[in-house]
């Protein structure tokens, strides 16, 4: 039997990535795991923040909640100021007083789009939106308060848990019978389950097998570029859907929120850190979909 050697924390688990890294959870005996909801602690309220981690004393807090609705947030600043700017200095502070890690899950909406490349951890933050600026204000929170911390940036992210577009698509094709999906824009779809299980595989590298990974900032997705149009496509073909998907331009669609057009992240980084096994996102949404289906 291994040792246990830290305890991690799970801070707004009832999300679709707490959700996903408790199902991982079970590969990482080495860790001892405790996975908070909202219910049990509301990261936006920093007396309460401050008060139950430092009782519990984690040796890893794993922020997994954050204000996440793209086009409510042009409205709701205040809420998408709490969840996504706010609380992870909150989480920050409870983290440096008991000298505790802070990992913390970004996105690359922080980015314009601007760029006809991959982006890098140097390139310079410039969101088209209010969720992206709220999740910069959160980065920069954390490093405002430390230096021990990994802040990863992740684009796309979809699951079989909770709303993200790949549970989006599959219900909109049963129930119209064809897809009208955007053409111009492009990232790289991530599967939450994948991320899931890379962020604790890190850990254990860091932890258990003695690896250094410096702390710091990190994009992390799949291999490849896709548009949604590209990812619908794919959705409905490893499901054996045999729906017709059309391609429209994303003023068919108009959204309060901008979306940037490219926003590739750069992942050479990561991958030298951590060593870690990558997959193209195609790769990625099998594993999603043989999973779905062994449930």
Not at 19 to 27: M, P, Q, T
Not at 256 to 281: H, M, V
């Amino acid at each position: 039997m291994s040792q246990v050697l830290k305890h991690i924390l799970v801070v707004g688990s009832g999300g679709q990535l707490g959700h996903a890294l408790r199902a991982a959870s079970g590969e990482f005996n080495e860790f001892r795991f405790t996975f908070w909801e909202r219910a049990d602690l509301d990261i936006s309220v920093e007396s309460w923040v401050l008060e139950r981690i430092t009782a519990l004393k984690p040796d890893i807090v794993i922020n997994a909640g954050a204000y996440t609705n793209v086009e409510r947030a042009e409205d709701d600043h205040e809420g998408t100021e709490a969840g996504n700017a706010q609380a992870p200095g909150y989480l920050a502070k409870a983290c440096k007083s008991i000298e505790a890690l802070l990992v913390h899950v970004s996105t690359d909406y922080v980015f314009d789009g601007a760029l006809n490349r991959p982006y890098t951890e140097e390139d310079l933050p410039q969101p088209l939106n209010y969720y992206g600026l709220s999740k910069l204000k959160g980065e920069r929170a954390i490093d405002a308060v430390f230096d021990h911390y990994y802040i990863i940036r992740t684009s796309w992210l979809y699951g079989t848990f909770g709303h993200n577009f790949y549970n989006t698509m599959l219900r909109l094709a049963k129930e119209r019978g064809e897809l009208f999906v955007v053409n111009d824009q492009f990232a790289s779809p991530t599967w939450v389950g994948l991320l899931a299980h890379d962020i604790l595989a890190m850990l254990r590298r860091k932890y258990t097998e003695g690896v250094s990974i410096p702390c710091g900032l990190y994009h992390y997705t799949h291999e490849e570029t896709a548009s949604w149009y590209d990812f619908a496509r794919a959705i409905m073909d490893v499901h054996a859907m045999n729906i017709p998907v059309h391609a429209v331009e994303s003023g068919r669609f108009p959204t309060k929120a901008k979306r940037p057009t490219y926003s590739k992240l750069d992942i050479s980084k990561w991958k030298n850190a951590t060593g870690l096994t990558t997959f193209t996102w195609q790769e990625a949404l099998r594993q999603c979909y043989s999973v779905m289906e062994n449930r």
